[in-house]
């Protein structure tokens, strides 16, 4: 059975060639446990959303569906003009969106080096490896400079620019960033934010699932705010006000 991205004709009025990543009315459940309700939103090429929200408000889980991990159990998933509701998360990462998820997300008992090898050799094949490193360590000089240590023993926030590192040098359509500044001390919470917007300015797309709304608005082009897993705002990030009365 085939898992390229269908083309189907969509559902009239509704107008896939602007946004890059859209969900339509989903529904998405763990197990007897409902996350989602009818949420509805979109990313567009080059522009940043924030999805923003209480604890257990249904982040981490449109993430989650965005990438695969989830299947919604009602509604569709849309990626660069295709369905992907229904692929596999390797699938959707190779149709051009990554997803840095909430925690450590390297290879804990390989290199700082190693991690970096193993996201460009796949994305650039070995000839690539090398100048990508060369990059990688111009963007991150700390990295450069714990090249040989192990991953997991890393600071929270090196581990975090370690994620990043693999990212900006071969930058994809989309970033779903889940929770990077979470646990992470202000000046490396800064740190993070830099890098991300020079992600944006490269030309990728970021979903950005934040809990620190000062963070998230100051680089948003888009605002979700998700209540007890359904949308309560979408629009603008520049609508403080209609913004601010969903999240106090």
Excluded at 17 to 44: I, K, M, N, Q, W
Excluded at 131 to 155: C, H, N, V, W
Excluded at 164 to 190: F, N, Q, T, W
Excluded at 205 to 213: D, K, N, R, T
């Amino acid at each position: 059975m085939s898992e390229a991205p269908t083309t189907e004709t969509p559902p009239p009025g509704l107008d896939t060639a602007a946004p890059l990543l859209e969900f339509r009315t989903v529904d998405a459940s763990y197990g007897p446990f409902r996350a989602l309700f009818d949420v509805s939103l979109a990313v567009r090429p080059g522009a940043v959303t924030a999805l923003l929200g209480a604890n257990g408000a249904g982040k981490t889980t449109v993430a989650r569906v965005a990438t695969g991990l989830v299947r919604p159990t009602k509604g569709e998933v849309w990626f660069d003009g295709g369905r992907i509701d229904t692929l596999r998360p390797y699938r959707i990462a190779r149709a051009g969106m990554v997803h840095a998820p909430e925690g450590r997300s390297v290879f804990a008992s390989l290199t700082v080096r190693e991690n970096l090898e193993l996201g460009f050799r796949r994305d650039l094949g070995a000839s690539g490896v090398n100048a990508a490193l060369d990059r990688a360590y111009e963007l991150f000089p700390r990295m450069g400079e714990r090249s040989k240590q192990i991953a997991g023993t890393l600071s929270g926030g090196e581990q975090r620019m370690l994620s990043l590192a693999r990212v900006m040098v071969h930058p994809p359509k989309l970033l779903v960033a889940d929770e990077l500044s979470l646990g992470l001390a202000p000046i490396v919470v800064d740190e993070v934010y830099r890098n991300l917007a020079a992600i944006r300015d490269a030309g990728t797309a970021i979903l950005l699932v934040e809990q620190y709304v000062g963070h998230a608005l100051a680089i948003a082009d888009d605002v979700v705010v998700l209540t007890h897993g359904s949308v309560a705002y979408s629009g603008p990030a520049t609508d403080l006000d209609d913004i601010a009365q969903y999240l106090l």
